[in-house]
């Protein structure tokens, strides 16, 4: 708690693949909680070097991902955003809650068991440690929410049980923080296996519609969405396909499935697609264009970044110097 704020921290990958699924079940809803929240959102780039990166791929999509979340609504006035490198507070309480974690623990984890097959030949210490990172991105602020998708709820778990653990030693230094795993039944699927989520690592590009698609490419990912051989709109059970488009069409008109029925009775599946396609990337549209011009103005972004670390290592400071002086480190000043 922030004086009566409660607290929002989330990390997000340096990835500029976003997709429509991230966008509509996450990155869209992210600015309504700055008015109920005090909210922190990072770009972590210290975690993305837990897999082997390219390095001016990692600068690049830094900054493309800062541009992205602004571009979508994220106002850097009203959150916290920033870089995880740049508040070294992180990594220094990183250290400190490792040796307030079990090896057990972290063996346990199963995106360290997923991880560590899919990067056989590079099980390094940090994809093992990974969770503690974590656990001190959220815990350097007091959070008391963390948004995350369900895949990360095993990891918040875990930075709950290292406050927790840290707490009975050293009482009221952590918040224990509460996972927040969006429940509103907008699961985005797969255009091309409707009963898969959405993945951005799908390796079918056409399962796929990202946030910065070109109007023609969405329109033919849309085309080509796998449905039944029915020829209704209509949403119903053992409908995946028309379902998901359903969904995404409600999405972005805010229709109500009735509705939506009432105005494709008639026709035919090729219109409604052809609908989706045109609400998806007409909403996407502005976006892009905020996007690009974000992107374009890279010291206008690297001020952003200044300003969010700056803000962001007032706090982590706050946090590591009473966890410092509890553990027994000698301050000086
Ligand atoms: N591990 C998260 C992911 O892969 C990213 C992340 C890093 C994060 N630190 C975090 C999410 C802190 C929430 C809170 O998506």
Partial sequence: MLGEQKICFSGVQPSGNLTIGNYLGAIR?????????????????????????????????????????MACGLDP???????????????????????????????????????????????????????VLMAADILLYQTDVVPVGIDQKQHVELARNIAERFNQLFPDTFTVPEPMIPQNGKKIMSLADPTKKMSKSDENQNAIVYIL?????????????????????????????INNLMTIYSCFTEKSMEEIEREFAGKGYGDFKLAVGEVCADALAPVQARY?????????????????????AYYARKTLAKVQKKLGFVQVR
């Avoid at 109920?36 to 999509?61: G, S």
């Avoid at 698609?213 to 396909?241: N, W, Y």
């Fill in 77 to 131: 006035e009203k959150n916290t955003l920033y870089v995880q490198s740049h508040v070294p507070a992180h990594a220094e309480l990183s250290w400190i809650l490792n040796c307030y974690t079990m090896f057990g623990e972290l063996s346990r984890m199963t995106q360290f068991k997923d991880k560590s097959t899919k990067h056989a030949d590079n099980v390094n210490a940090g994809l093992f440690t990974y969770p």
């Fill in 213 to 241: 698609d070109d109007r023609d490419t969405i329109i033919r990912k849309f085309r080509r969405a796998v449905t039944d051989s029915d020829t209704v709109v209509r949403f119903a059970e053992g409908k995946d396909g």
């Fill in 29 to 69: 809803n992210f600015s309504t909680f700055s008015d109920a929240y005090k909210c922190f959102y990072c770009v972590v780039d210290e975690h993305a070097i837990t897999v082997r990166q390219v390095p001016a791929d990692l600068r690049r999509r830094t900054y493309e991902t800062l541009a992205l979340y």
């Fill in 292 to 312: 690009k011009e974000l992107l374009a103005d890279k010291a206008g972004l690297e001020a952003q970044m200044k300003k969010g670390a700056e803000e962001a």
